[in-house]
């Protein structure tokens, strides 16, 4: 009998070592199934307080601030932690609403790594000259932490807009337009396609190191490429076109009211110009290293800051199908870092995409949204061109 058994176990290990299987105990749990989301503030969920921008400075802001609670006659209590959690504390601005959250992913666990204001240095890992942010640890060591419990199916990236002060330049045009008059506008578009121009290929190469990074942390645990999915994710402009805006260049009422102060042509050039050229680099970056990218310059259209297609939210309460879907730029209202991202409503819809490309064949992919819908209207496309419209294949030349 000892001898039978003896056989069954060394056909056993023959049987594994020539399958490439190693048994394992049947006492083995199977680990957790995860969603990673690495980057910047784009990524983790800064602006997800907000449904909408709010005609009413005050209480609930006309019911679109979520951190409002204890409401009465003399106003609202706020507390942001009700949106950010912990990462309130840290400044990471980690939402609950974030796209990594709200997307329609059948796994256990969804882990946000990404933080407010983080550049591509603080996702590589610290061996690679990888830098801590907000007190917390490279964002690429983190997921070295993750793998070895977690099952990890999808890790979904968006960095670079700090890298090449994306946010910055978008302030420049406000001041910029605050400083002059549609007598003699003062544009930024010249300077600030300049500076984006030098910036991008660090950042190009920076997101391609970060890439590379993740996929040498899931191999050494193990995981093949086969088994999860690698999604470099694109950034949406926060205006439209300049031909969309619904309050006029002249006058104060695209600050005032509208948390919009930019002239037309460098709405123009952020709408389309700037945020293309970020995608196309990072859609570079995603080819050299075998990830997907997610294109997002579509998603929120219609939706946008001062779009005219959308309105303020008066004291009827928020919609998403009538609300603006980016957070207006505000000083008196919240945290000024909010301002120009995704609010609850364009980070659901994001997640909805992110969701779609989890279920499809692998590919590149572009986010757009639906007129007159929310969440059931939102849909993914084979992704083709990418880039400036001017530098489109057979585009006409400039001039």
């Known amino acids: 009998m000892r001898a039978v058994v003896l056989r069954a176990l060394v056909i056993t290990s023959l049987v594994a070592a020539f399958s490439g299987v190693i048994p394992m105990p049947a006492s083995a749990e199977p680990r957790p199934t995860a969603i990673v989301a690495l980057g910047d503030s784009f ?3 800064e602006g997800g307080r907000w449904l909408g921008n709010g005609g009413e400075a005050g ?4 019911g679109t601030d979520r951190a409002a609670y204890a409401c009465g006659a003399w106003g609202c209590a706020y507390d942001p932690a009700r949106v950010y959690g912990a990462s309130e504390g840290s400044g990471c601005h980690r939402s609950d609403v974030a796209p990594v959250e709200s997307a329609p992913v059948a796994v256990d666990e969804r882990l946000n790594l990404a933080c407010s204001g983080a550049r591509l240095a603080n996702l590589w890992p610290a061996a690679s000259a990888g830098e801590s942010h907000f007190g917390e640890a ?3 060591d983190r ?3 993750i793998v070895r419990h977690a ?6 990236v968006t960095a670079g807009a700090s890298d090449v002060g994306f946010g910055e330049l978008v302030a420049d045009c406000a001041l910029d337009w605050a400083r002059s008059d549609e007598d003699d506008p003062l544009f930024c578009r010249g300077d600030a396609g300049d500076e984006l121009r030098a910036a991008l290929p660090r950042a190009e190469h920076g997101l391609e190191r970060a890439l590379r990074s993740v996929r040498q942390v899931l191999a050494a645990a193990g995981v093949r490429r086969s088994e999860y999915r690698l999604v470099a994710m694109g950034y949406a402009s926060p205006f439209p076109p300049g031909r969309r805006f619904r309050y006029p260049e002249s006058g104060w009422s695209r600050l005032r009211e509208g948390g919009c102060p930019v002239w037309d042509a460098d709405a123009d050039w952020a709408a389309t110009d700037a945020v293309g050229a970020l995608a196309a680099a990072m859609r570079k970056a995603a080819s050299v290293t075998g990830a997907e990218f997610l294109d997002l310059r579509d ?4 939706h946008q800051l001062c779009d005219r297609r959308a309105r303020l939210v008066g004291p009827e309460g928020p919609s998403p199908l009538s ?3 980016v957070r207006r730029l505000s000083f008196l209202q919240g945290s000024a870092r909010e301002s120009l991202h995704p609010n609850a409503y364009g980070q659901r819809a994001i997640g909805v995409c992110l969701g779609l490309v989890y279920a499809a064949p692998r590919g590149d992919y572009a986010c757009r949204d639906t007129s007159g819908r929310f969440l059931d209207g939102m849909r993914i496309e084979p992704l083709s061109w990418v880039g400036p419209p001017s530098a489109r294949p057979g585009a006409p030349a400039a001039g």
Not at 59 to 62: D, P, Y
Not at 151 to 156: A, I, K, N, P, Q
């Open 138 to 140: 490279p964002q690429i």
């Open 59 to 62: 209480g609930t802001r006309s």
């Open 299 to 302: 998603a929120l259209d219609g």
């Open 143 to 145: 997921l070295t932490e």
């Open 151 to 156: 099952d990890v199916r999808m890790v979904v």
């Open 43 to 45: 990524i983790s969920g």
């Open 323 to 325: 609300a603006e879907w």
